[in-house]
């Protein structure tokens, strides 16, 4: 990719920031905000790979944590290690396939957000109730995530077809 493509994803990136801790902050439904840097990370694990999924991971993740009160690093971990694993997939999936970001980003919502109270948790950061939170929260915001994500997925996985295909690069998608 070209130098161009890289910017374009990282105003993509910062897009994903300011929407979800503005405007998704303030009109969500059910007190539930979407995670689109999740969203955004685990597409671009299953279109480009673990490498590129760990990379958006760390610096979304880092985004995410630079805006938010909690606890620093914890984003840039979680989404670095999934991004990294689901990423390891990249070459066996079918990526037209648009069930797939959906039932996969179900579970990486689910493993990110029991990690994230886990580790929460574990620094005494806040108090959590596991079985309430998972009732309440984890499991329908998972369900929200996996939602949105086919949209998400399908809108970047034509843009990184459209840049290989145009943009001479030896990769395909």
Known sequence: ????????????????????????????????????ILIYVVSTALIRGSNEGALWGFFAGLGLDLISS??????CLLKMVLGFFIGLVEEKIFKDNLLLPVLVLFAATLVHELLFLLFAASYKQLEVRFLPALSTIILPLSLYNALLSPFFYAKLLSWYRGRSRYGGEGRGI
């Open 70 to 75: 909690g606890f620093l690093g914890l984003h």
């Open 1 to 36: 990719m070209k130098r161009l493509d890289y910017g374009v994803l990282v105003l993509l990136v910062l897009l994903c920031l300011i929407l979800q801790s503005t405007l998704l902050a303030t009109f969500s439904p059910w007190g539930l905000i979407p995670d689109l």
